[in-house]
């Protein structure tokens, strides 16, 4: 479990309150589901975890017509299509823990966990079906469709310390931002908002979401980063093979190339050697080098805030790149 919750900003007390009322209408839905899949599903639903992504919606959709009622099912749709590809993420990287639990398909079987995934899918078009408006449904399906062009993308770039910057962003833009972005773009959607600021907040969810996956894989490869903060081993993708921006740029650094060689063809590594290259990663600029380009991003995403109107908005969306600044590894 991270460190940090939104809920804990003071200064979005609605925000801590309506995502109390977000948790209860996702446990209403397990209990409703009866039998293993209710099982299954709150196991990775009701884990925990940051609720970013809803968050984002709420703070996007704050105007004078704000209804938590009348949002409940889109910002649960968000955070259901988020777990789906979760369940989906764990099977492709044969993760054994998430959120510090085990997952889906270490507990059962990978075909549980596909339709377990499946269902939470199909699911998060129902609840955006009772809107009856054809915008967010389009760009729902439009993210989802990224999400699942994303998985494809790792699978196919897995191992391969070769490959370049530009493919690591369009990997992460489809896996991580297009959820951030379509978060933020039914909130303004919903409440009516602009096409000015309609834009504006997906573009702010854009790079929000860039900085965010960013400092994800920055953590995962610190060695002073803790197991309890990130509720994951340091190293966990080096063990699933997935190549991420730090490793991508130390591969950039002679030494650590020569180091790294001759693990290239290895069909997995040993704890031993996942230390010896998060060490050798340490002794070189990259962490740096990479905790740049999180602020570059962050930079991006807060100089957009001034052109997005409300003044609670504004608030809430400078909250979440304080958050993202104070989580940065």
Not at 100 to 126: E, M, P, Q, R
Request: aromatic share 10%; proline share 2%; with cysteine.
């Amino acid at each position: 479990m991270t460190k940090y919750l939104i809920s804990d900003f003071s200064n979005l007390s609605f925000l801590s309150a309506d995502l109390k009322k977000l948790e209860d209408f996702l446990k209403e839905f397990t209990k409703g589901l009866g039998g293993i899949l209710s099982k299954t599903v709150r196991n990775t639903l009701i884990a925990g975890g940051k609720r970013i992504r809803p968050s984002l919606f709420l703070i996007c959709a704050r105007n004078e017509k704000y209804n938590i009622d009348y949002l409940l099912p889109a910002a649960a749709s968000i955070e259901i299509i988020h777990t789906a590809s979760l369940i989906h993420d764990d099977i492709i990287d044969k993760s054994s823990f998430r959120r510090g639990k085990n997952t889906i398909h270490y507990l059962y079987n990978k075909d549980t966990a596909k339709f377990v995934g499946d269902y939470l899918f199909t699911h998060t078009f129902s609840l955006l079906n009772s809107y009856s408006n054809s915008r967010i449904l389009e760009e729902m399906s439009n993210a989802a469709q990224l999400l699942v062009k994303g998985e494809f993308d790792q699978l196919k770039t897995k191992k391969n310390f070769y490959q370049t910057e530009q493919v690591y962003f369009e990997k992460i833009y489809e896996k991580t931002s297009s959820l951030f972005k379509v978060s933020c773009a039914l909130g303004g959607i919903l409440s009516e908002s602009s096409e000015n600021d309609i834009e504006n907040m997906k573009k702010f969810g854009e790079y929000i979401g860039i900085s965010f996956q960013i400092n994800d894989d920055l953590i995962d490869v610190n060695m002073n980063s803790s197991k309890d903060r990130i509720g994951k081993p340091v190293g966990n993708d080096l063990r699933q093979g997935n190549i991420t921006l730090p490793l991508i740029y130390g591969f950039r650094d002679p030494k650590f190339r020569n180091m790294i060689k001759p693990f290239l063809k290895k069909e997995s590594f040993s704890e031993d050697e996942i230390e010896k290259i998060l060490f050798s990663l340490s002794k070189t600029k990259v962490l740096e080098i990479t905790r740049q380009k999180v602020y570059f991003y962050l930079t991006k995403a807060q100089q957009l805030i001034e052109s997005i109107s409300g003044s609670e908005r504004k608030e809430g969306l400078k909250s979440i790149c304080d958050y993202i600044m104070q989580i940065t590894n």
